[in-house]
């Protein structure tokens, strides 16, 4: 008998229709049926993946009072908070302590020696990097944290002149993206107030029209400098559309960058064959390489060689071959590598070769082909929830595949920390943003259907128990 697998599906019409479709084949009468999730999970060709990475049990996750009464403390908890920070691959421990036992023994002498002598540290994990953000090796490099890389992005691609200085950025953007933005303009004698132009929803509206951005870009373009957004926003989950925004960024003469912190990992990204010009991310959310870990840079390719672009230097941007003779005169390396200012932290370089060993398993492609269709289940429950109480709560992210990525944001009527403890207390972990927004993110490599369904049968139980308890509300 032939295995059924999840097909490859783009579009919302599509993806519900094989959901409904699947449910009357199978002879389930609702989605909410636990043996239509076992199903799906049974025919998720990534379902493995799950078991290379610790899913918390609930004992160790929350304290004995802070467990919820019926809730069984030996569960694997349900995680659903990729989009802040991502679980720990099992093989990461052994790779941290192999490079401890290494200093312990050999001290300096790891540079050199070993499985990954620690001078060329940026040579195990460049490529899988780049290959996860659609790249080229010789245009990212592993480096510093994300706000780190934010500025020496800005400070190479934000060249200010008396005609063409702003910055147009989304509303709303991360409040660290905003913090660069207005310091480095600041840093050219210049006003954030007169410099930045904010892209915004239509009134009434959480989310961007790609349209809107297009006709503000061909508005205003002759006076910006930089177009620069996030890739994925970090509130409402929403995927921008990071061709379209450089292709006409470029045809205005602007350069064109991103914070790809909530993107890399959790979509498929093509920023080479794009032109985006340079792009910044960190590795512990959907990168799984653990809390503070170290980012990723990307500038493209046909600035690889323009040795003359003004950027910000350290030593280890100077060739590899020649660094350690100590030279006065800096010889750069091309591509990313020359953006880069000191030798990288190894252990965190070895927390994130503990997750990309697991990327280098499967593809991106391959990630959100699942991730389209978990998503897509998470949604018909979620609606299913607000078509018995519609006042309870919205989804806010895009209903549109090509608008998002894995992460949906939940908005409710009421307080959502009350809604994130009754889940929490019940093993089911999500985030806050701001007082009414839950943040809901099924990550492709170890949620399961399953863990989706065990979520939206605990917010609905949450739904009916603070209906009942007014007062909590």
Same mark, same amino acid.
């Given at each position: 008998?032939?295995?059924?697998?999840?097909?490859?599906?783009?579009?919302?019409?599509?993806?519900?229709?094989?959901?409904?479709?699947?449910?009357?084949?199978?002879?389930?009468?609702?989605?909410?049926?636990?043996?239509?999730?076992?199903?799906?999970?049974?025919?998720?060709?990534?379902?493995?993946?799950?078991?290379?990475?610790?899913?918390?049990?609930?004992?160790?996750?929350?304290?004995?009072?802070?467990?919820?009464?019926?809730?069984?403390?030996?569960?694997?908890?349900?995680?659903?908070?990729?989009?802040?920070?991502?679980?720990?691959?099992?093989?990461?421990?052994?790779?941290?302590?192999?490079?401890?036992?290494?200093?312990?023994?050999?001290?300096?002498?790891?540079?050199?020696?070993?499985?990954?002598?620690?001078?060329?540290?940026?040579?195990?994990?460049?490529?899988?990097?780049?290959?996860?953000?659609?790249?080229?090796?010789?245009?990212?490099?592993?480096?510093?944290?994300?706000?780190?890389?934010?500025?020496?992005?800005?400070?190479?691609?934000?060249?200010?002149?008396?005609?063409?200085?702003?910055?147009?950025?989304?509303?709303?953007?991360?409040?660290?993206?905003?913090?660069?933005?207005?310091?480095?303009?600041?840093?050219?004698?210049?006003?954030?107030?007169?410099?930045?132009?904010?892209?915004?929803?239509?009134?009434?509206?959480?989310?961007?029209?790609?349209?809107? @951005?297009?006709?503000?870009?061909?508005?205003?373009?002759?006076?910006?400098?930089?177009?620069?957004?996030?890739?994925?926003?970090?509130?409402?989950?929403?995927?921008?559309?990071?061709?379209?925004?450089?292709?006409?960024?470029?045809?205005?003469?602007?350069?064109?960058?991103?914070?790809?912190?909530?993107?890399?990992?959790?979509?498929?990204?093509?920023?080479?064959?794009?032109?985006?010009?340079?792009?910044?991310?960190?590795?512990?959310?959907?990168?799984?390489?653990?809390?503070?870990?170290?980012?990723?840079?990307?500038?493209?390719?046909?600035?690889?060689?323009?040795?003359?672009?003004?950027?910000?230097?350290?030593?280890?941007?100077?060739?590899?071959?020649?660094?350690?003779?100590?030279?006065?005169?800096?010889?750069?390396?091309?591509?990313?590598?020359?953006?880069?200012?000191?030798?990288?932290?190894?252990?965190?370089?070895?927390?994130?070769?503990?997750?990309?060993?697991?990327?280098?398993?499967?593809?991106?492609?391959?990630?959100?082909?699942?991730?389209?269709?978990?998503?897509?289940?998470?949604?018909?429950?979620?609606?299913? @929830?607000?078509?018995?109480?519609?006042?309870?709560?919205?989804?806010?992210?895009?209903?549109?595949?090509?608008?998002?990525?894995?992460?949906?944001?939940?908005?409710?009527?009421?307080?959502?920390?009350?809604?994130?403890?009754?889940?929490?207390?019940?093993?089911?972990?999500?985030?806050?943003?701001?007082?009414?927004?839950?943040?809901?993110?099924?990550?492709?490599?170890?949620?399961?259907?399953?863990?989706?369904?065990?979520?939206?049968?605990?917010?609905?139980?949450?739904?009916?128990?603070?209906?009942?308890?007014?007062?909590?509300?």
């Amino acid at each position: 008998m032939a295995q059924h697998l999840l097909p490859n599906l783009k579009t919302r019409d599509s993806l519900r229709g094989y959901l409904k479709g699947l449910a009357l084949e199978i002879g389930v009468r609702s989605l909410t049926d636990p043996q239509f999730a076992e199903e799906l999970d049974r025919r998720d060709e990534l379902a493995k993946f799950r078991d290379e990475f610790h899913v918390p049990v609930i004992s160790e996750l929350l304290s004995e009072d802070e467990i919820a009464g019926g809730v069984d403390p030996q569960e694997k908890c349900v995680y659903l908070n990729g989009c802040s920070l991502g679980l720990q691959p099992k093989e990461t421990q052994k790779l941290v302590d192999d490079e401890l036992e290494k200093w312990r023994k050999r001290g300096i002498r790891g540079h050199y020696l070993g499985e990954h002598p620690w001078y060329p540290i940026e040579d195990d994990v460049v490529a899988t990097s780049a290959n996860l953000v659609g790249a080229m090796p010789l245009e990212v490099a592993i480096m510093n944290s994300l706000t780190v890389n934010i500025h020496l992005g800005l400070a190479a691609f934000y060249k200010p002149t008396t005609e063409r200085f702003k910055i147009l950025m989304e509303s709303e953007p991360f409040p660290s993206d905003k913090y660069a933005v207005e310091s480095q303009i600041r840093w050219h004698g210049l006003d954030p107030l007169t410099t930045i132009l904010y892209a915004c929803p239509r009134e009434g509206e959480k989310i961007w029209h790609t349209e809107d @951005i297009v006709k503000m870009i061909e508005e205003e373009g002759d006076s910006i400098a930089l177009v620069y957004f996030s890739g994925v926003h970090y509130t409402t989950g929403h995927l921008f559309d990071i061709q379209r925004i450089t292709e006409v960024a470029h045809l205005k003469g602007c350069y064109a960058g991103f914070d790809l912190a909530h993107a890399a990992g959790n979509i498929e990204l093509h920023l080479h064959d794009w032109k985006v010009d340079f792009a910044c991310w960190c590795t512990y959310k959907y990168i799984n390489s653990g809390p503070g870990s170290i980012a990723g840079f990307f500038v493209h390719e046909k600035f690889a060689y323009q040795f003359d672009h003004p950027r910000l230097t350290g030593w280890w941007s100077h060739n590899r071959d020649s660094r350690l003779s100590m030279p006065g005169e800096l010889d750069l390396q091309p591509g990313a590598a020359g953006f880069q200012l000191s030798n990288p932290p190894v252990l965190q370089m070895m927390c994130l070769l503990g997750s990309l060993n697991v990327f280098k398993k499967t593809s991106m492609a391959q990630l959100t082909k699942k991730s389209r269709i978990l998503t897509t289940y998470l949604e018909l429950l979620l609606e299913d @929830i607000i078509a018995k109480e519609s006042t309870f709560m919205r989804i806010v992210t895009s209903s549109d595949p090509a608008e998002r990525g894995c992460h949906l944001t939940l908005e409710f009527e009421h307080s959502a920390g009350l809604v994130q403890k009754y889940l929490r207390d019940r093993g089911i972990m999500t985030d806050t943003r701001g007082a009414n927004g839950l943040r809901v993110a099924p990550v492709p490599l170890y949620n399961t259907f399953v863990d989706v369904l065990r979520f939206c049968n605990a917010l609905a139980h949450c739904r009916s128990h603070l209906l009942k308890d007014k007062n909590k509300l």
